[in-house]
């Protein structure tokens, strides 16, 4: 049987504590990297002013925030 002290036992359990502090940490912020990814269906490009912008309430016809003209998805 393997024997260690009691000072090794604590190291041992904080050490294993924090590695899954430390897993769960990276999986959730992968998983939040991939929430803020943006899908092209979302980009707006105003074909007045040129202005480029996101709109994600809008499909087919959204306005442009700076001049106010209503742009058509293509
Ligand atoms: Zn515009």
């Not at 999986?27 to 490009?45: E, M, N, P, V």
């Amino acid at each position: 049987m393997i024997s260690i002290d009691f000072s090794q036992a604590i190291a041992l359990y904080i050490f294993i504590f924090i590695d899954a502090i430390l897993i769960f940490w990276i999986f959730s912020r992968k998983q939040k990297d991939k929430d803020l990814t943006l899908d092209a269906k979302f980009i707006w490009f105003c074909s007045v002013c040129t202005y480029t912008y996101i709109n994600t309430r809008e499909e087919a016809i959204s306005t442009c925030p700076r001049c106010g003209n209503y742009n058509k998805k293509n």
